[in-house]
């Protein structure tokens, strides 16, 4: 099973930004979505951004207009640009890699904290 490896996050001031990165133990040829998703303290992970292999996006309700998600191909990776941040984006981010409509690997996640 191919493994994602996360980097970024941390700690940031609100209107702050961050960027997350997630990379695939191995390169993947074909169609296949990737995504980031966040975990609130006590609720299940919920959708923050996907794109697919065509590079069709979409996004939250809540981020859209502040996060941006992108994709390299060439590395089996994805992003995430988190701008204007909030107190309310705190949670622990995890990236995706999806065939279809099933989640074959998550990433180890990420500790996203904004704070004043």
């Known amino acids: 099973q191919v493994q994602l490896v996360q980097s970024g996050g941390g700690s940031v001031q609100p209107g702050g930004s961050l960027r997350l990165s997630c990379a695939a133990s191995?390169?993947?040829?074909?169609?296949?979505?990737m995504g980031w998703y966040a975990q609130f303290p006590g609720k299940q992970r919920e959708l923050v951004a996907r794109?697919?292999?065509?590079?069709?996006?979409n996004y939250g309700d809540s981020v859209k207009g502040r996060f941006t998600i992108s994709r390299d191909n060439a590395k089996t990776a994805v992003y995430l640009q988190m701008n204007s941040l909030k107190p309310e984006d705190t949670a622990v981010y995890y990236c995706s890699l999806e065939f279809g409509t099933r989640v074959n690997s998550w990433g180890q996640g990420t500790q996203v904290t904004v704070s004043s």
């Open positions: 794109i697919t292999s065509a590079g069709n996006t």
């Open positions: 191995a390169r993947i040829v074909g169609i296949y979505t």
